[in-house]
């Protein structure tokens, strides 16, 4: 069965200080690894596409990274305005269609 | 320009009332998705449109009802909602469906109450 599971549930973190997010995804034929941004009662904001196993990518403070079983956000120095909750998705095997994790609530405090 | 809008931002309806939600977007997509989002939870796929065909319907009750006039604009008809339907309802769009350029942009959401 298709599966999509993101760690930790949340994470609070001091300015500054560097961490990362998992993703951890069961599909057969990976068609693309996607995260996402939602601040609290807004859509969500696209930041990565990831395709193959090795891929990465970068935008300001943030990493993505991509290996055959997960995916990792790196967040670099963050600051208080990083503070949302941080989905990925992957299409099923199947029908496609995202499965989306139940995301990591960030909370950057100052 | 990724920008996909939705009308209303909210929404508060009896369960006897007929409302609509609109999306459009002007980036040449031709996959347009409607989501419900429940609080704290994840985005639940409802619908796909693909060249304004449905392609998509995941099991979703009747009283919500789609509609695709044209390539930019996707509606929603609710019709004798329940209580339970509150949500925060999300639009996205891709360049197409399925395949490398599947990429959806979401727009800002309705957030329905129904009473």
């Known amino acids: 069965e298709d599966q999509v599971t993101q760690s930790p549930e949340a994470l609070r973190l001091q300015e500054g200080e560097s961490s990362s997010l998992n993703c951890s995804y069961t599909?057969?034929?990976?068609?693309?690894l996607f995260w996402y941004r939602q601040d609290p009662g807004k859509g969500p904001e696209f930041l990565f596409t990831?395709?193959?196993a090795g891929e990465e990518k970068e935008k300001e403070r943030l990493k993505a990274t991509l290996t055959k079983k997960e995916s990792f956000l790196h967040i670099t120095a963050p600051k208080p305005e990083d503070s949302a909750t941080y989905l990925c998705?992957?299409?099923?095997?199947?029908?496609?269609?995202?499965?989306f994790g139940t995301g990591t609530r960030l909370k950057v405090l100052a | 320009d990724t920008e996909v809008t939705q009308t209303p931002k909210h929404l508060v309806m009896g369960m006897t009332n007929k409302k609509s939600l609109k999306c459009e977007q002007h980036?040449?997509?031709?996959?347009m998705y409607w989501y419900k989002q429940k609080a704290k939870k994840p985005p639940e796929l409802m619908f796909v449109?693909?060249?304004?065909?449905?392609?998509i319907n995941e099991s979703v009750p009747s009283r919500f009802s789609p509609e695709c006039p044209n390539s930019s604009l996707l509606n929603l008809h609710l019709h004798a909602l329940q209580p339970e339907d509150s949500a925060l309802y999300l639009c996205?769009?891709?360049?197409?469906?399925?395949?490398?350029?599947?990429?959806?942009?979401f727009g800002p959401g309705t957030r329905l109450t129904v009473l």
């Open positions: 996205a769009s891709s360049q197409q469906y399925g395949g490398r350029t599947d990429t959806q942009y």
């Open positions: 599909v057969s034929g990976l068609r693309g």
């Open positions: 990831l395709y193959s």
């Open positions: 998705a992957v299409p099923t095997s199947g029908t496609y269609k995202y499965i």
């Open positions: 980036m040449g997509h031709r996959a």
């Open positions: 449109y693909s060249y304004e065909k449905l392609s």
